[in-house]
RNA sequence: GCGGCUUUAGCUCAGCUGGUAGAGCGCCGGAUUGUGGUUCCGGAUGUCACGGGUUCGAACCCCGUAAGCCGCCCCA
């Protein structure tokens, strides 16, 4: 038996409504702060990645889906999409666009990792970047945007954490002050820490490991080491999102795993979700342009969502499925029912109800079929029907039946669903 | 990439100290042929994840592989 490839899935029915309803609850916020979708190729340059997400970041170096395509050039199926955003905004000249570029985009990323639950090699993110301003109004506006989309899924009960990472200017003192007392102390700490100490040190910030966590503790702050522009920029944002009423937990030791943010950088995690307890993602690039060969800078904020994860804790909080239901089931008893049924069918499908026409089966395989199929009406077309050009109506919660001609059809259905609902 | 646990019907699982498989749900059919939900009766379905080995005999013991889950790593 061909199997789907091994961290990829099949999203099957019921779930893909789950998918779908967050997928238009995200669209119908983003509509209302005014993001256009964009759509980007999911084959891209492997240098796009190495430039912007950077060379060493594990997602780079050991993760991509990488092929060398006939003509020699390397390409790689996109391990996620700001990279492929900030490309065509460089490509295509956006910046000529009047105001802040407010992008959105929803799509399968690929990351070649061990998978478990939460995490596949085939994933799903929806995401959104606002490029060309820095102004921290933006950064606060876009986590406002975020925490709606998650609302107006059900999740309230989220924490959101902040942080700034600084810039060139600043980040690089911080990282030699990290080093400089990280030499002491890193003997003490845990295998893993002793490897980032030398590869990544800003990684050692980010260790679990409960024997370490009082080493780390008084290790110095970045937030300490912001330079002035830094320092004043992450202050208007968290003013700007205690202005909404957004609570955060200021976390100095949240660092993010792509090498291109700068200042803010933020996540929502949700409990539940178990290891991958991390909903989203996201921060500020404001060089990131510049890294892939813009003439003029675009500064700019994102996030991503993951969406599979979204979907599982949105399945988690919400257990009781709605059924999926259909407007009416017809019974064409006999060939000459189908036919006339068949036209029946397509007229009240243009109406915009969800119909489904029985195939030709014996009358109580019919009714067990709409129930079974979560009918709110079942019709019966047989001879009898069809000779007198009325039909039988049936409302399959409470049973009754009535006779109706085709012009009364899509009235008895749709008044009774208003009534319902 | 590393470690641990798991894998039996579509789903959730049982299967004793090795004697070649079961339940519930679901699915399909029937209970006088134009009426569903409840009930009753009946039925189908498994290379017991895959490949080796031990044994007279393996779902069960051993080895390997794969997949899933849980950690690590990393991240969404």
Request: charged residues 30%.
């Amino acid at each position: 038996m061909i199997r789907a490839v091994k961290g990829t899935r099949d999203i099957l029915p019921p779930s893909s409504a789950v998918w779908n309803g967050v997928e238009s609850a995200a669209r119908e916020v983003f509509r209302a702060y005014n993001y256009e979708e964009i759509r980007t190729p999911i084959l891209e340059e492997k240098a796009l990645f190495a430039r912007s997400v950077g060379q060493e970041t594990d997602i780079v170096s050991k993760e991509m889906y990488t092929f060398t395509d006939r003509d020699g050039s390397e390409l790689v199926l996109r391990p996620e999409a700001t990279a492929s955003v900030m490309r065509a905004y460089i490509e295509h000249r956006l910046d000529q666009r009047p105001g802040v570029q407010k992008l959105y985009y929803i799509g399968p990323m690929f990351r070649r990792e061990r998978p478990q639950k939460g995490r596949y090699r085939q994933f799903f993110q929806i995401g959104a970047e606002a490029i060309g301003s820095e102004s921290p109004a933006v950064d606060a506006e876009v986590i406002e945007m975020v925490i709606e989309i998650l609302r107006r899924v059900g999740i309230e009960d989220s924490q959101l954490l902040l942080n700034s990472v600084g810039c060139p200017k600043c980040r690089p003192g911080f990282v030699a002050a990290l080093r400089d007392q990280l030499k002491d102390v890193v003997q003490r700490m845990c295998a893993d820490c002793q490897r980032r100490s030398e590869t990544n040190p800003l990684r050692v910030l980010d260790c679990k490991v409960p024997e370490d966590q009082p080493i780390i503790d008084a290790l110095p702050s970045i937030l300490d080491y912001l330079c002035e522009e830094c320092r004043t920029h992450f202050d208007a944002v968290r003013s700007y999102l205690d202005d909404r009423g957004i609570a955060y937990e200021v976390r100095p030791r949240l660092v993010r795993g792509l090498d291109y943010y700068t200042r803010t950088t933020f996540e929502i995690t949700h409990g539940a979700l178990g290891a991958q307890n991390s909903l989203l993602g996201g921060g500020r690039y404001d060089g990131l342009a510049e890294a892939l060969g813009s003439r003029v800078p675009a500064p700019g904020i994102g996030f991503s969502i993951g969406e599979d994860r979204l979907v599982m804790t949105v399945e988690e909080s919400e257990p009781e499925k709605r059924r999926h239901e259909i407007d009416l089931y017809i019974a064409p008893l006999g060939d000459a029912a189908l036919r006339h049924a068949a036209l029946v069918a397509r007229n009240l499908r243009r109406q915009g109800l969800c119909v489904e026409l029985g195939a030709d089966v014996k009358l109580k395989r019919a009714m067990e079929l709409a129930n079974k199929l979560g009918a709110r009406y079942a019709l019966l077309i047989g001879d009898t029907e069809l000779a007198s050009g009325t039909y039988v109506l049936k409302d399959m919660a409470s049973g009754e039946q009535r006779s109706a001609t085709r012009n009364q059809l899509l009235d008895s259905i749709t008044r009774n669903s208003d009534k319902d609902r």
